[in-house]
């Protein structure tokens, strides 16, 4: 299993600019979620998803919309880069039962960028 | 009250000492509790899950206190490649997709 993989590993992005950061993961887990990680700040949590079909939005959702089409993929887009946006993105996912949250794995990080 | 606390550190600890940190949480109604570790530049990984008999795991012991509200971790005979940011992750009640971290408590051991 390669676990929970993302990229790109490095990314920098002017003001304005849009892209999408990739992340899947091959062990069958329902719930995935998207968090960034700022200095001090610790992990907020921007998106998640309990199944294929099903998002919501988590802390610090502004400027950021994801889907979740396939039960494997859970690709984040970021609409309109912002300075405010540079920071490191983690992926993660776990199985889910209602009540009990089990272990997250997480993907190893893209380092964003924007100027 | 903040929803997780944690004191951010850094402690630094000597070679083989012992060392503890806690993390109080503020939702009487979590269930779940989780240390993770963070090494400098990747992603968390769990360390140990806390339950509510405790759990230790070589060095590593964790325990709860529904009381006082608050989880915590010992290191015993530390080494140097403990050198990391432990996280602690609470459940927010019932609900399986509320999970808060911590800011993290950075350890440093000294040789």
């Known amino acids: 299993n390669a676990g929970v993989t993302q990229t790109p590993k490095f990314q920098v992005l002017k003001t304005g600019q849009s892209m999408t950061l990739q992340c899947a993961q091959d062990?069958?887990?329902?719930?995935m979620s998207w968090y960034r990680q700022d200095p001090g700040m610790g992990l907020r949590l921007i998106h998640y998803?309990?199944?294929?079909?099903?998002?919501d939005q988590g802390e610090v959702p502004n400027g950021y919309n994801v889907s979740r089409s396939t039960t494997e993929d859970f690709p984040l887009r970021l609409l309109s880069a912002a300075p405010s946006q540079t920071s490191v993105y983690f992926c993660?996912?776990?199985?889910?039962?209602?009540?009990?949250?089990?272990?997250?794995?997480f993907g190893p990080g893209t380092r964003l960028t924007v100027t | 009250r903040k929803e997780v606390e944690q004191d951010p550190g850094p402690f630094n600890v000597p070679e083989g000492a012992t060392v503890a940190f806690n993390c109080t949480y503020s939702?009487?109604?979590?269930?779940?509790f989780f240390w993770y570790r963070q090494d400098c530049r990747k992603e968390p990984k769990l360390l140990m899950s806390?339950?509510?008999s405790g759990n230790e795991d070589g060095r590593f012991t964790a325990q709860l206190n529904r009381a006082s509200q608050y989880i915590s971790l010992l290191i015993r005979d530390s080494k140097l490649s403990d050198s990391a940011t432990y996280l602690c992750?609470?459940?927010?009640?019932?609900?399986?997709?509320?999970?808060?971290f911590g800011k993290g408590t950075r350890l440093h051991i000294l040789p």
């Open positions: 939702n009487s109604a979590s269930q779940s």
């Open positions: 998803s309990v199944g294929a079909g099903i998002t």
């Open positions: 993660a996912s776990r199985k889910s039962r209602q009540g009990f949250p089990y272990e997250q794995y």
């Open positions: 062990m069958n887990h329902e719930y």
């Open positions: 806390v339950y509510s």
């Open positions: 992750v609470v459940n927010l009640g019932d609900r399986d997709d509320k999970i808060i």
